[in-house]
């Protein structure tokens, strides 16, 4: 039997992206908590989270939302980490501004230690994607596409995407540079 290099390129992805998840999940988190959520799109749902990337660029006038979508296109498929509110109980942390935890959940605040073990998780995730060679990048962008199209449960606050894709130059580096639409927008992302 023979396999093309395109399928196994796919198969590999597909592999790489479960081993993203496995890393995330199993990344140090603040009191031994995990309040993170993953899940992989492909397909229509990819297409769809491209799509809504679009028209938040549009609507407000940031471009890199457009050029962060053109590189959706080009993957295979996108990881999505969230992290979930949770408020665990710590006395006299204050890293959220509210005092503590009660404070934090009575005001609206958001816990540091969620926001921090999602970076710790996604640096981890992203390290197993590029011991393997698969392109990837940490993207913003396709985070609030995906909280905006409620792809995550309702407890997640925050979330980032990351496109994967096997190609013979990576799509996500070696960008254009955007500028906002005027000079009245705020100022947007220019990293490329």
Excluded: W
């Excluded at 949770?86 to 540091?112: E, V, W």
């Excluded at 060679?133 to 309702?154: P, Q, V």
């Amino acid at each position: 039997m023979k396999y093309s290099g395109e399928k196994l390129q796919l198969r590999a992805i597909e592999t790489v992206a479960s081993l993203m998840i496995a890393a995330a999940k199993t990344a140090p988190k603040g009191c031994g908590r995990d309040s993170m959520e993953s899940l992989i799109i492909d397909g229509t749902d990819k297409d769809a989270l491209a799509a809504e990337m679009r028209k938040i660029g549009e609507e407000t006038r940031q471009p890199f939302y457009i050029r962060d979508a053109e590189n959706v296109d080009l993957s295979a498929c996108v990881v999505l980490f969230g992290a979930q509110e949770t408020y665990r109980g710590l006395p006299y942390c204050n890293y959220c501004g509210a005092g503590d935890c009660f404070g934090a959940n009575k005001s609206g605040a958001h816990c540091a230690f969620a926001v921090g073990d999602l970076g710790i998780a996604m640096g981890s995730a992203v390290s197993v994607a590029a011991a393997h060679h698969i392109d990837n990048r940490i993207m913003f962008s396709a985070g609030k596409a995906a909280l905006s199209l409620g792809l995550f449960s309702e407890k997640v606050f925050l979330g980032y995407g990351v496109p994967l894709s096997v190609s013979e130059k990576s799509p996500y580096y070696d960008r254009p540079a955007v500028a906002p639409a005027s000079s009245a927008a705020a100022p947007g992302c220019n990293a490329k």
